[in-house]
């Protein structure tokens, strides 16, 4: 699992379903859970949230400029390595809020021409990210 910390930036719901922004240093990623700030009382901005997604769910584009896409959350980094395997490769990018995987599979890696140092991004569809909340020791207390 991939696991980064950041920050709600905002919280817009609509029936029983949160889109949730979060901010992780410089970027802003996104996520839908089926909860409302009256149901879950982390949903709120400010509040400091671990943001929670499946290697086998993150989209490789080579390159930076994605910008034509529907997938709303996207880091870019280089590859910092790339286990190759007969069906499956498992890339790991480095990138400003931390190290991401992908695991992709190994036919596309070789389309894609990929290899260690290449700029890539990472995207992820919104419905594929989970939110945990984070608890601080004076919360806790």
């Known amino acids: 699992m991939n696991i980064l910390h950041g920050i709600i930036n905002e919280v817009v719901t609509s029936d029983h379903l949160s889109l949730v922004r979060v901010d992780i240093d410089t970027s802003l990623l996104s996520a839908i859970v089926i909860d409302t700030p009256e149901s879950c009382d982390y949903l709120k901005k400010g509040h400091a949230v671990q943001v929670i997604f499946k290697e086998t769910e993150v989209v490789i584009g080579k390159g930076a400029d994605h910008k034509n896409i529907s997938l709303r959350n996207k880091l870019t980094g280089t590859i910092g390595s790339i286990e190759k395997g007969d069906l499956l490769s498992k890339i790991s990018i480095i990138t400003n809020v931390g190290p991401v995987v992908s695991i992709i599979t190994t036919a596309s ?8 140092g290449d700029v890539v991004t990472g995207m992820i569809k919104t419905n594929e990210v989970m939110l945990s909340s984070i608890t601080t020791k004076t919360e806790s207390a």
């Not at 890696?109 to 260690?116: A, G, I, N, P």
């Open 109 to 116: 890696v070789e389309q894609l021409r990929l290899s260690k």
